[in-house]
């Protein structure tokens, strides 16, 4: 079975920065996209960032210049660096992955981002 961990998540003044990783592990043959989602208290959840096996991105547009996402094929992993983090920045930030010959998604179970002064 395949699972993924989210890390990286926590408390940061507005204005700072933090990386989320999140890392798959289990029988992983091939892993196509990768993306970050993120749900504030009483909002729907929504897609922040996405990246293809070949390596091309999507982003919210609220989050374009700011974000970046990057994935390490070799780690099975995709990262997510945040720049200028605002307080309305503040959810849970879930990652999913489309894994194998049937284009499985899995998810995370999220890490909580808050930004703060």
């Known amino acids: 079975q395949v699972q993924l961990v989210e890390s990286g998540g926590g408390l940061v003044q507005p204005g700072g920065s933090l990386r989320l990783s999140c890392a798959a592990s289990g029988t992983i043959i091939s892993i196509y996209s990768m993306a970050w989602h993120r749900q504030a208290p009483g909002k729907q959840r929504e897609l922040v960032a996405l990246?293809?096996?070949?390596?091309?991105?999507n982003y919210a547009d609220y989050v374009k210049g700011r974000f970046t996402i990057s994935r390490d094929n070799a780690r099975n992993t995709v990262y997510l660096q945040m720049n200028s983090l605002q307080p309305e920045d503040t959810a849970i930030y879930s990652c999913?992955?489309?894994?194998?010959?049937?284009?499985?998604?899995?998810w995370g179970q999220g890490t909580q981002v808050t930004v703060s002064s």
């Open positions: 990246i293809t096996s070949d390596s091309t991105t």
């Open positions: 999913s992955m489309v894994i194998g010959r049937f284009r499985r998604e899995f």
